[in-house]
Nanobody, 124 residues
Framework: QVQLVESGGGLVQAGGSLRLSCAAS????????MCWFRQAPGKERDFVAA????????FYAESVKGRFTISRDNAKNTVYLQMNSLKPEDTAVYYC?????????????????WGQGTQVTVSL
């Protein structure tokens, strides 16, 4: 099992940047595909980005391509989400997820482990 703890959320003006971090417990972090999803009030949990175990491949939702970057440091058991050019529609709770072998990268049901989430609010 793995436990995930997100941090780095907050309030930022449109056009600004934030970097989210997700720290994982355990010694097998490098065996997990990692992801970020987000959920706005009253909406479903939506895919944001995913990264393979070695970090060699990354995947993004169309809405964040070119603005967000997912990365990982297996030595630090941490995955990051660098968010630039933030927009009010990026406002949501951001969740970090993990799975050994998700069938797809973009469905929340494919990930077994989740953090508690961190709030990101983008103001005009």
């Amino acid at each position: 099992q793995v436990q995930l703890v997100e941090s780095g959320g907050g309030l930022v003006q449109a056009g600004g940047s934030l970097r989210l971090s997700c720290a994982a417990s355990g010694r097998t972090f490098s065996q997990y595909v990692m992801c970020w999803f987000r959920q706005a009030p009253g909406k479903e949990r939506d895919f944001v980005a995913a990264i393979t175990k070695s970090g060699g491949l990354t995947f993004y939702a169309e809405s964040v391509k070119g603005r967000f970057t997912i990365s990982r440091d297996n030595a630090k058991n941490t995955v990051y989400l660098q968010m630039n050019s933030l927009k009010p529609e990026d406002t949501a709770v951001y969740y970090c997820g993990a799975d050994y072998r998700p069938p797809k990268y973009s469905s929340p049901s494919d990930y077994d482990y989740w953090g508690q989430g961190t709030q990101v609010t983008v103001s005009l």
